[in-house]
């Protein structure tokens, strides 16, 4: 949870602390789109969810592991998939 998040991430100090979220997509909302964030760069990582569940967001996580290997931890807030 965020409020249980150290104060050394919340200073965005060092690479590799993300904050996790879920954006519906396209005009039906049947897409899913999910972003990790670095709180210090700012660099962004999306991943196209289909279908939505558990499973396909480990897969994606995964993935976004593989692309930015100095990610360390993962905030996310409380949305209905966590």
Known sequence: MI???????NKRWG???????FFESGRSGKGVAFALRDRKTRKVLMEKILPVSLRTVDLALGRMKRRCPEMRTVTFDNDILF
């Open 3 to 9: 409020s249980k998040r150290p104060s050394k991430i």
């Open 15 to 21: 690479l590799g602390h993300m904050e996790g979220d």
